[in-house]
């Protein structure tokens, strides 16, 4: 245990620069442990190169690459549009935010400044979905977070919750993952003509806060597990806005940003919501957050559904210049950067187009490639068990890091 | 059977003593190694239904009534599979470990009081006997570990031994206290010292110490650290397939049934029927097996507080364990061994 009180003594005890380097140890003693590409709390085809004094983690270089699809060279060859399924295999937790950023990057280019493309109803419409799609991600992430800590039940509760949720975007599109719903100029189909849609949409969210109290009710008074999440992978507000971090992680070390609120797209201007933020700056603030986001979500939901019932919503839900065989003739010509809030972070499209058929270049900032980055700041110091939780807390799909 | 070598003197008449002896040995040790596997084998499935229940899903039910067949259909699926030896593990040690935690594990059933009569022995020194292999056992999980050439093993093993040497020692104390009661060591002198007064009342502290050791001794969660699946893989356990992985899976499920069977029969009154003061008829109404009954609905409920744990309670990391094991658990374990000594000596208790 000698070689550990080194480890531990070389650690600042607050943040500072210091922690940026590797802690400087004598090499003889540590262990260098793979963990993955197969490994059951890496999320997916993460490699974990973990340099072990004992169970404390010396030093951690996050591997990635085993799950590269070239989604974004693919896009060079095929129509703007057919790119738009591939979106959804990026992040597949949360295909309707990956939906969201690429289409409104292209609109861009589509559209001129006086020239609305997509109508007031298709705007609801998608944020409906993206909240929803937010609300399903972010109760997925609670489980399989869970799951890390050594918890198996929470899963199923979350699940509970996100089979529902998905049952109505099933109805909405046909598809319970991989949605490909979104178009240039709107969505590809309308709110279901079934007339027990929204009412059954409204019951749900309705009863969708008392489930997470529920959840906190489970998890917060559990002793074990707030020991556990208390104080592990720590990040200061300075090292997350050095690092770029996005997202919940950000909010979470006390940093009010979001992008619906910084810079709002879509008709997130119009909508009353917070912006949920914690003090904690651990895994324990993350969870939090989290939480007050699902609220967030069902509250934007509700004003939604309410506008869309209340008033007659000019529009159809796709764009005629862009429906039917039109889509497939979409040229676009220029260059064009969009960014919307997903819920793993910000996530940003840039397009560029020389008015052809195929875009000459697709680029997607990936929530969960630059907050992964972060991974051996929160680790070093800690435990083996603190490593999976820091994991766990980011939020990382393989798919949304390698593309 | 409570005494297998008369009972068989009587069936084979003029065979001598010695052999006698030796039938009842063999005999005996398949009685118990069935039963233990056996258990073991329904605890998987039982597992299952709970943790289904409890995640608000149905479990297997497919094969058999309820699909109370299905631990027959894993363990013919498990023996079916390949036995995979890792190139460079150490022979001995890998092949050995499974076997050390399988043997001991089932030893330290045999003096344990199924009811008045049956039970396989009840040696002067029972109580011992079972600490003393249930301490042994872990060493299995060091071969394991150390053997598999697999660094996540080899820390699942180290965790079992530093688990084992910080909960061994309240875990004595613990059961110290009831001997100090009882004044023997023999498990039936335990369960029949019971009666009237079961030692969860005077032993309360006690035995809350010994669940929560028991617990971190058989690996169960909250502290399965030497498995923890979402750190380690699967532990000492990573590099064992087929039927090598399914002994020493259900070693884990029997255990489950053993910490229960010891938390009922140090604590909740072995096979002593409740209320028997009152209701007289609670303690005879199965006939000969009515203790037998009693016995198996205490553990079984006990082996269902321990699922329920299983099932809700994430895993303490190994920092925050061995502290809450030598700055909490074990000064308390001291106090209620000297506490209870005190008691025994002024008259107070036994």
Redesign the interface.
Known sequence: MVGARDVRDQIPATFDAGRLKTVKVDDRHLMELNMGPQHPSTHGVLRLKVKLDGEIVVDVEPIIGYLHRSSEKLAENMNWVKFIPLTDRMDYLSAMHNNHGYVLAVEQLLGGPDEQVVSERAEHIRVFAAEMSRLCNHLFWMGTFMLDMGALTPLFYALRERETALGFLEELCGARLTFNYFRFGGVKFDLPDDPTYLPRVKTFLADMPSKVDEYQRLLKRNDILVGRLRGTGPLSRDEVLDWGITGPMLRASGVAHDLRKVAPYSIYKELDFDVPTATESDCYGRLVVRWAEMVQSVRIVQQVIDRIEKRDLEGLHLNPDYAGGKILRVKAKGEAYSRIEHPKGEYGCHVIGDGKLQPIRVKVRAPSFANLQVLPIMARGQKIADLIASLGSIDIVLGDVDR | MASLTSFIDQILPGTPHWLDATIAAVLGSVIVFTVVLTIGGLFTFVFRRI?AR????SGPNRVGPNGWFQFLADGLKLISKEDVRPARADRLAWGLAAYVAVAFTVVAWAPIPWSEDIYFTNIGTGVLFILALSAVAPLGEMLAGWGSNN??SL?GGIRAAALDVSYEIPLLFAVGSVILITGSLATQDIVTEQAGLWFIVPQLLGFVIFFITGLAKAGL??T?LAE??????AGFTTEYSGMRFGMLFVVLFSNVFFISALTTMLYLGGWQAPFVEWVPFLGGFLGPVTGLFWFVLKAGLVSFVVFWV???????????YLNVAWKIILPLSILNFVGTAVMVRTGVLG
């Open positions: 943790f409890m995640g608000n899903r660094k996540y820390y969660v909250p399965d923890a699946e979402s750190e380690l893989v299983w099932t809700t309670l994430p895993r303490v990391r190994v920092d925050q």
